[in-house]
């Protein structure tokens, strides 16, 4: 019998700082130790991350499955465990277990467009989306990437996004809450830009993640847009301890967005207990 | 299966014909009463009246280590807790037998909780019908009652000078193997009298809810100003989370250094603000009529609805213990009214 308690050993490749600031943020691309240890995951799945003797978090697995010798997870520098994570040096040791969490049904959108609007750090959930459409271009139309932040130096994935904007892989939007100086992208909230860049409905995916505030206004403005409730998903976090259900601290009415969720459809969503 | 009469005089002798095992019984201490490994047969006390604690810990203890560890710098050496020895938890009251029941759902259904699983399977439950049901016990409105039998191995009734042995499982008819020399086979006569008892207690009991459609009926009162209420009052102690049988709710701790240490459970409370705030601060139960609400809704609408089990069995300690006087009862009342 497998114990869901254990994690396994990884170790970090490879460090990317994406944001400076009081609440840094790095991407770690990590490698799973032992090759019977990996595991298989799909775009919207979690894993724990963490290091033994401080703690583990509840982190968003943000590579694509198609990248097979390595996982990323970009993790914002927040509380203990992140702010030890931040510590580490490339070649260090860290634990995973997982994958929790229902992913995106990615394979159902075989053909249809999909669409991202991100915020902030939610933009991590998002990226092995963006990666596994892009890896699979030929099953999937075409991309299109909203995402905003506070400022500039606020973007996560700043050139991969620009290097899609050169190669064409995605349309991709960019905005920034407020003007700064050598912008020359849009500046506006992610919610109002998505009125502007007024993407079409039609054979098209919206995922959005981003804060809460963020994600209730998108969702209404896709509504406006005319987009229908199953073409619209969303994927959430609470506080997790267990990532399997029992500890009860991630629960949303009946819901645990452990292993329940985190990728609600919006007619899921709708249904989620006011608590959320 | 099959019935014994065991004489009042040879409880202790019963007690270590059960041979090595870790045997965990009802004691006195501090004014409390408390489930306690006893190293000494004739410690286990069956007249203690009121039962403070649960013996919930004998299969989820407050504290378990997960696994212990040591970072070797390029590796990590892990592990995993402890072995189980057999156990027998004597004295154990009905509904406290029924909430094990309640509980191994939630540990064993999607992910199997081997910590949880591995206690349970070592443990045998010995309960002891309840003569004198106390002022707060509303175990009937729960589907119980003092001779209740769900989650037990053996039920023991007092019929006078002797208990009312009943093996009600595999597991209970095994641990009788070796004792069954030091009982009586029990008549037709001592059944009927284990019979009147239980009648007798269960006319003893005062306090009822009423719970059909409760689980549809909470949902409707979310928003109802009578939840603020119950919050203004409440003290976010938790008390009547840790005496409560079916209550589940943990956190995880390191404890040590990077280099040694352990991972532990640790019994956490949903009445607590820390329980749920995120790392940003961030917090959706946010004040105490948030949290009381969910711990009543998870209760009396979640559990059942996943589980299977309404994730309380009656036992009315969180009535009793605490400090400001809410009262369950009440408050499930309360909803009914709003309802009707």
Redesign the interface.
């Known amino acids: 019998m497998s114990n869901p308690y254990i994690p396994v050993q990884a170790v970090v490749k490879d460090l990317r700082q994406e944001t400076d600031g009081a609440r840094p943020i790095k991407t770690f691309t990590v490698e799973i130790k032992d090759k019977k240890d990996k595991f298989k995951f799909s775009p919207g799945q979690c894993a724990m991350v963490g290091i033994p003797g401080v703690g583990e978090s509840m982190i968003s697995i943000c590579s694509s499955p198609t990248q097979k010798k390595y996982m990323q997870f970009s993790i914002m520098q927040m509380g203990k465990v992140t702010s030890a994570l931040h510590e580490l040096d490339k070649g260090e040791m860290i634990t995973v277990r997982g994958p929790y969490g229902k992913p995106f049904p990615i394979d159902e959108w075989k053909g249809k467009k999909i669409l991202t609007i991100g915020g902030g750090i939610g933009q991590a959930p998002l990226r092995p989306i963006i990666n596994y459409v892009r890896d699979n271009a030929k099953n999937y139309g075409a991309l299109s990437i909203i995402y905003g932040a506070r400022s500039p130096q606020d973007l996560v994935f700043l050139s991969e996004l620009e290097g899609m904007k050169k190669d064409k892989s995605a349309k991709v939007h960019l905005t920034v809450d407020a003007e700064a100086p050598d912008w020359k992208g849009n500046v506006g909230f992610v919610p109002n830009y998505l009125m502007d860049v007024k993407p079409s409905p039609k054979n098209t995916i919206a995922i959005t993640c981003g804060p809460p505030i963020m994600i209730k206004f998108v969702l209404q403005n896709l509504k406006k847009l005319g987009f229908e409730d199953d073409q619209i998903f969303t994927t959430l976090e609470n506080r997790m301890k267990c990532g399997i259900g029992k500890c009860g601290k991630c629960n949303v009415g009946g819901v645990y967005v452990c292993k329940d969720g985190p990728v609600f459809s919006y007619a899921q969503f709708k249904e989620l207990h006011p608590d959320f | 299966m099959d019935n014994y009469l065991l004489q009042k005089s040879k409880l202790t002798e019963f007690l270590t014909s059960l041979g090595d095992v870790n045997l965990i019984a009802p004691v006195a201490a501090n004014g409390t009463t408390r489930f306690e490994l006893i190293e000494n047969a004739a410690k286990a006390k069956l007249d203690l009246e009121d039962y403070t604690a649960s013996p919930k810990k004998v299969v989820f203890p407050q504290t378990e280590t ?2 212990a ?1 040591r ?1 070797k ?4 050496d ?1 592990e ?1 807790g402890e072995e189980i020895a057999p156990t027998v938890v004597f004295g154990i009251r009905p509904c406290d037998a029924k909430s094990f029941v309640v509980l191994d759902p ?2 064993n259904k ?6 949880y ?1 591995k206690r349970r399977d070592a443990t045998v439950l010995i309960g002891q019908a309840c003569a004198e049901p106390t002022n707060r016990c509303f175990c009937p409105s729960l589907g119980g009652s003092p001779g209740g039998t769900e989650g037990l191995d053996i039920l023991m009734t007092d019929i006078g000078n002797d208990y009312f042995l009943e093996v009600l499982s595999e597991k209970g008819k095994k641990l009788m193997n070796g004792s069954a020399g030091v009982c009586a086979a029990a008549a037709a006569a001592d059944n009927a009298k284990k019979e009147k008892a239980l009648e007798q207690s269960l006319g003893k009991i005062k306090r009822q809810v009423d719970l059909k459609q409760m689980h549809e009926m909470l ?1 409707k009162t ?2 109802d100003k009578m939840w603020k209420e119950v919050g203004n009052s409440c003290i976010g102690c938790g008390i009547c989370t840790y005496n409560c049988p079916t209550c ?7 404890e ?6 352990r ?1 532990l ?1 640790v019994w ?1 409370a ?1 009445m607590y603000p820390e ?6 601060g ?1 917090n ?2 946010h004040d105490r009529s ?1 949290r009381i609400r ?1 711990r009543i ?2 209760k009396f ?2 559990y059942p ?2 589980l299977g089990h309404i994730s309380c069995v009656g036992c009315g300690r969180c009535i009793e213990l605490c400090p400001v006087n809410e009262d369950l009862i009440e408050i499930l009342n309360k909803v009914r009214a709003i309802n009707e």
């Open positions: 997960l696994f560890f970072n710098g390029d590796s990590l892990i995993e939630l540990f999607d992910f199997e909780d081997p910590y699983k949902p979310f928003e589940h709710c943990f956190d995880i701790q390191d040590g250094s990077t280099y040694q240490g991972r459970r956490d949903c329980f749920t705030v995120h790392a940003s961030e959706p139960r948030t969910n809704m998870h609408t979640f609805n996943n």
